[in-house]
Nanobody, 124 residues
Framework: QVKLVEPGGGLVQAGGSLRLSCAASGRAVSTYGMAWFRQAPGMEREFVGGFSRDSGVTVYADSVKDRFTISRDNAKNMLYLQMNSLKPEDTAVYYC?????????????????WGQGTQVTVSS
């Protein structure tokens, strides 16, 4: 099993940048498909982007493509989400997740391990 912890998050103005971290313990992140999700108040949890565990391919939601970048440091057992050109609609609680499915599933049901979430607020 793997335990995921997300320190960080915070408040940023629109147009700004923020990097989220996800620290994994227990098992190597390289053995899992990893992803970021987010959930705004009153909304369902939605896929932001993720790494495939088999091919290393990275996939992003259309809403964040070209603004957000996911990276992974296998030596440190860390996952990152670099967020640029932030918009107020990016405001949400962000979660990192790990799963064993092949490819990059976009459903939260395909990920069995979750961090506690971290709040990101983008002011206009």
């Amino acid at each position: 099993q793997v335990k995921l912890v997300e320190p960080g998050g915070g408040l940023v103005q629109a147009g700004g940048s923020l990097r989220l971290s996800c620290a994994a313990s227990g098992r190597a992140v390289s053995t899992y498909g990893m992803a970021w999700f987010r959930q705004a108040p009153g909304m369902e949890r939605e896929f932001v982007g993720g790494f495939s565990r088999d091919s290393g391919v990275t996939v992003y939601a259309d809403s964040v493509k070209d603004r957000f970048t996911i990276s992974r440091d296998n030596a440190k057992n860390m996952l990152y989400l670099q967020m640029n050109s932030l918009k107020p609609e990016d405001t949400a609680v962000y979660y990192c997740a790990a799963g064993l499915r092949i490819g990059v599933p976009r459903s939260n049901r395909d990920y069995g391990f979750w961090g506690q979430g971290t709040q990101v607020t983008v002011s206009s």
